[in-house]
């Protein structure tokens, strides 16, 4: 019986990190999209703040901050209660997500080839 290769875990790369910082305070950056994913994913603050580990008042300070920080609700919710509660995002929560994972992309691609030459001529 033909043993299964062992597939190597990928190679760490060099990356970018992208945080918005809007000419009124408010920031944007991976954990507040990650955020937003995870209640898109999940239809609930609570659980998305369980999937990445933070508590629900975290998760909802971030939401809030999101909210007034672009003057507009990314996140809509609904009360609890015999039909459950539950939260969504809205469509400027979907094209916050869109737009930053968009531009992310495009940054990483431009900056990686330049920080990959900078590594190696550190390296000698």
């Known amino acids: 019986m033909p043993r299964l290769a062992h597939k190597p875990a990928p190679l760490p790369r060099h990356r970018v990190t992208l945080r918005l910082d809007l000419a009124n ?15 898109a994913e999940t239809g609930s603050i609570s659980a998305a703040g369980r999937k990445l580990k933070m508590s629900y008042r975290r998760a ?3 939401v ?7 003057g507009a609700p990314v996140v809509q919710t609904a009360t609890g ?20 994972r ?6 990483d691609e431009a900056a990686l080839p330049r920080l990959e030459a900078l590594i190696a001529a550190a390296r000698g």
């Open 25 to 39: 305070g408010a920031r944007i950056g991976p954990g507040k999209i990650a955020l937003l994913e995870a209640i």
């Open 60 to 62: 909802w300070d971030l």
């Open 64 to 70: 809030e901050a999101l909210n007034s920080g672009l």
């Open 81 to 100: 209660g015999a039909g459950g509660g539950g939260a969504h995002l809205t469509p400027l929560g979907t094209a916050l997500i869109k737009e930053y």
């Open 102 to 107: 968009s531009l992310e992309r495009q940054i």
